[in-house]
């Protein structure tokens, strides 16, 4: 059973920026892709982005797409998002996922979440 644990999360102002991490135990990691996804108060988990075994093969949401940038290092067991000029609609509790297959439409495993708070 992998375990994933996220960080990074904070307030920051609209227009800012932040890095949230995930960190994976276990060797599954480094075959599997991986995804983040975000939920909103009110509103149902949302998909953000996903990135391939190799890190050579990414995916976006549309509302986040030239923001957003995921990425890996599997030599540390860790998925990234790059998250930047931020606005108060990103607001959420973000979630890594350990995906079946390449499209993360099933995940294996859920981390426990990280709150991102942007203010206007």
């Known amino acids: 059973q992998v375990q994933l644990v996220e960080s990074g999360g904070g307030l920051v102002q609209a227009g800012g920026s932040l890095r949230l991490s995930c960190a994976a135990s276990?060797?599954?990691?480094?075959?599997?892709?991986m995804g983040w996804f975000r939920q909103a108060p009110g509103k149902e988990r949302e998909f953000v982005a996903r990135i391939n075994w190799s890190g050579g093969s990414t995916y976006y949401a549309d509302s986040v797409k030239g923001r957003f940038t995921i990425s890996r290092d599997n030599a540390k067991n860790t998925l990234y998002l790059q998250m930047n000029i931020l606005k108060p609609e990103d607001t959420a509790v973000y979630y890594c996922?350990?995906?079946?297959?390449?499209?993360?439409?099933?995940?294996?495993?859920w981390g426990q979440g990280t709150q991102v708070t942007v203010s206007s």
């Open positions: 276990g060797r599954t990691f480094s075959y599997a892709a």
């Open positions: 996922a350990l995906c079946y297959g390449s499209s993360c439409f099933s995940v294996r495993s």
